[in-house]
C-alpha cells in the first residue's frame, strides 16, 4: 500500500511516499529553520506562509523521488496536531483535496506517534509493545505503546519541553536558533558538574519539568554578564545537558520497570544528542532493556514517519473525511 504523507506542524514542510509503512521511497523536507532563526524562534504566521509556498511542489517532488504517479497512491495521510494550528492546517487543507480529488482514503496522524514510528523505519524488526520516550522542540513524554494505535502517557512535561530548555538556554548565550545541536556540541569536552542546576522532584514521579532548569540556567548568564564574568561554555551548555538527561533517563528507566517493558525506543529532535543517546544506552545495558535509538535523520521533523503511521493507524479504521481539522493540543 502506497501512502502519501504530509506533515506541516512547525517549521519543515514535508512530504513522503511510504510503502506499507516500513519502506521511504522519497522523503522530500524543505526546512524554514533560516527564516525563524532571524528572530531567534518560530514565528507561527511565517510559518503557515512559508507552508503554503512550499507544498504543492514538494508533493510533485516527493511523488517524482518516489517514482510513482498520483494514480499510485492508495492513500493520504496528514499530521493533524498537535502543532502550530496555522501550520498544521496548510498541510491538513492540502491532503484533505488531494484525497478528495484521487478519490482516495485521507488518514490523520498524530505527530507524536509519527515520531514513535520513525523507529518502524530505521528498525524493520521493531513491532509494539515496547516504552517510547518522545522528546522533541514542543513536546517531552514517556509514552508506553502497547500496539501501533494503543498508547498510554505514562508521564510528561509539566512545562516545557526537553527541545524548548535547550532552545531557550542556546538563545541568551547568543546560539541561533534552534540551539539544540549548538549546545550538544559546545557540551563535548565540558565539565556536566561545571555548574550546580536543578533537578525538579514531582509528586507523579514520572512527570518531568525543564522550566525550573530554563530559568536557572538563563539567570546564570545574566548573572554572569551583569558583572561581567566569563563563563566557561563547555561547562555550562555540559551541566544543562546533564540536568536534562536527569529528567529524562531515570525516570524512563522507573516507567520501564513499572510496566515490565524490555524495549526502549527514543523520537524526537532532542533524541539526537549525543549525552542523552549515551545515559539511554548506558541505563538499559545495566537494566538488560533493548534500545532502540533512530538515525539523526528520522529524529527531526519528516513525512515518512507519518507515512509510516499512517499504515498502522490504515489498518486500525482511521479515517478521515472533508470535516477533518487540525489541533494545536491533541491527546496522544
Ligand atoms: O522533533 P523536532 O525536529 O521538532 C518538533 O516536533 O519539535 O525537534 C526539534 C527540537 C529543537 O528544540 C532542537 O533544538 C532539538 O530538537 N534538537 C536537539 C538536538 N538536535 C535537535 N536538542 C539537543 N541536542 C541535539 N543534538
Do not use: W
Not at 72 to 99: E, H, M, Q, R
Not at 203 to 232: I, R
Amino acid at each position: 500500500m502506497l501512502i502519501l504523507a504530509f506533515e506541516s506542524s512547525c517549521d519543515e514542510t514535508a512530504v513522503a511516499v511510504v510503502r506499507d509503512g516500513r519502506t521511504v521511497l522519497s522523503d522530500a523536507i524543505l526546512s524554514q529553520v533560516d527564516v525563524h532563526a532571524l528572530y531567534g524562534g518560530v514565528v507561527p504566521e511565517i510559518a503557515s506562509r512559508k507552508h503554503v509556498e512550499a507544498i504543492a511542489a514538494l508533493s510533485d517532488r516527493a511523488l517524482a523521488e518516489a517514482g510513482v504517479t498520483r494514480e499510485d497512491i492508495d492513500a493520504v495521510a496528514v499530521t493533524c496536531g498537535p502543532g502550530l494550528i496555522g501550520a498544521l492546517l496548510v498541510a491538513v487543507n492540502f491532503a484533505k483535496s488531494a484525497a478528495l480529488a484521487l478519490g482516495k482514503p485521507l488518514i490523520p496522524v498524530h505527530h507524536l506517534r509519527g515520531h514513535i514510528a520513525a523507529n518502524y523505519l530505521a528498525f524493520p524488526a521493531l513491532e509494539p509493545p515496547f516504552l517510547a520516550l518522545c522528546i522533541s522542540g514542543g513536546n517531552s513524554m514517556i509514552v508506553d505503546v502497547a500496539g501501533y494505535t494503543d498508547m498510554t502517557i505514562l508521564g510528561a512535561t509539566r512545562d516545557d519541553a526537553a527541545g524548548e530548555c535547550f532552545d531557550k538556554i542556546a538563545r541568551v548565550l547568543g546560539m541561533p536558533y534552534p540551539g539544540g545541536k549548538a549546545m550538544d556540541d559546545l557540551s563535548r569536552g565540558g565539565d556536566p558538574n561545571k555548574y550546580p542546576l536543578p533537578r525538579a522532584k514531582l509528586e507523579h514521579e514520572l512527570d518531568m519539568s525543564f522550566s525550573g532548569l530554563k530559568t536557572a540556567a538563563v539567570n546564570l548568564v545574566h548573572n554572569a554578564q551583569q558583572k561581567g564574568e566569563e563563563l566557561d561554555l563547555p561547562g555550562l551548555a555540559a551541566s544543562v545537558t546533564a540536568a536534562v538527561s536527569d529528567e529524562l533517563v531515570p525516570r524512563t528507566m522507573e516507567a520501564a520497570r513499572r510496566t515490565g517493558r524490555k524495549i526502549l525506543v527514543a523520537a524526537g529532535g532532542v533524541a539526537a544528542n549525543r549525552t542523552i543517546r549515551g545515559d539511554l544506552e548506558r541505563a538499559c545495558g545495566a537494566s538488560g532493556i533493548k534500545l532502540y535509538l533512530p538515525p539523526l535523520s528520522l529524529c527531526g521533523d519528516n513525512g515518512a514517519m507519518i507515512g509510516s503511521q499512517a499504515y498502522y493507524e490504515y489498518l486500525a479504521g482511521t479515517r478521515g473525511d472533508s470535516s477533518l481539522n487540525a489541533f494545536a493540543n491533541l491527546e496522544i
